[in-house]
């Protein structure tokens, strides 16, 4: 209940409007994550894992040999899974479903979640950054905008910034917790920290996001990026996105909470 309760928080900040909601049936949940490929999506932020000692200036060899352990429990793809549904029990409308259901259950729907979930999980992301910047390099003015399209309209409500600092937040805050670092923060001084790097942040995150949109969308005609640009941008399917967002990052941020939980166990803690 308290990892709806914070999920739901993040979805009140997001000002879905108000819309009465519905409860789904559980095989309509599980529908709605294959079709969309979110449960693919939901499984690879296990991938993000790697990055946690970095965030606390270490590295996984600090932990001992029982990181890889601890991390996939915590990280467990059924375990993702079941937080996402027990969410979208209590937020997925009917309008909703239907929106994504109808396009993503299309031909090219299908083509699109297939290379998504391809590019999701992918390991080696720096190579996907590069190969998808040569491809920007090379592409059209007219390719390169509808790609910028597409990824403004899979975060229209710019949460991601927001997002990620709070993912940063709470896991360092969960880590000197729980003894990881031997230096205690304070959350108004790290944050103030973080935000003075904030527009560095926002256009990393729009770099990035535009390579991975060259990479990923490779394969696909400048037509069907505009049909999947149009589709994306349809008033049901933002919403759509702002939810799946909203869940990804709330599900991140408690599970690298938990992340910092476990390693305070393999650590002696250090200077952060």
């Known amino acids: 209940m308290a990892r709806v309760i914070g999920a739901l928080a993040v979805l009140a900040a997001l000002a879905l409007g108000g819309a009465s909601l519905r409860a789904q049936e559980r095989p309509d949940l599980e529908a709605f994550l294959k079709v969309t490929g979110f449960d693919v999506a939901l499984e690879s932020i296990a991938l993000s894992a790697r ?40 937020t997925l409308t009917e309008d909703m479903l239907a929106a994504a259901s109808e396009f993503y259950a299309t031909s090219l729907g299908q083509r699109l979640v297939a290379a998504e979930n391809a590019s999701h999980m992918d390991a080696d992301a720096a190579a996907r950054q590069e190969r998808g910047a040569a491809l920007l390099e090379a592409a059209t003015p007219e390719r390169v905008a509808l790609l910028t399209r597409l990824t403004e309209a899979v975060d229209s409500a710019g949460i991601a910034i927001d997002a990620v600092r709070e993912v940063q937040v709470r896991f360092l805050l969960a880590a000197s917790a729980a003894g990881v670092t031997d230096r205690r923060i304070d959350e108004e001084t790290l944050r103030r920290i973080l935000s003075a ?47 799946m967002n909203a869940i990804q990052f709330e599900i991140m941020a408690e599970r690298f909470e938990a992340l910092a939980l476990r390693m305070a166990d393999m650590s002696a803690g250090q200077e952060l």
Do not use: H
């Open 197 to 243: 790097s904030d527009a560095e942040l926002r256009e990393n995150l729009k770099e990035n996001g535009l390579n991975g949109a060259a990479a990923t969308y490779e394969e696909f005609t400048e037509s069907e990026i505009a049909t999947y640009a149009e589709a994306l941008e349809a008033s049901d399917m933002q919403r759509v996105y702002e939810l």
């Open 51 to 90: 990055e946690a000692p970095a965030m606390l200036g270490m590295s996984v060899g600090d932990f001992g040999e029982d990181w890889t352990r601890a991390a996939e429990e915590v990280f467990a793809p059924d375990l993702l899974r079941g937080i996402a549904l027990d969410i979208l029990d209590q």
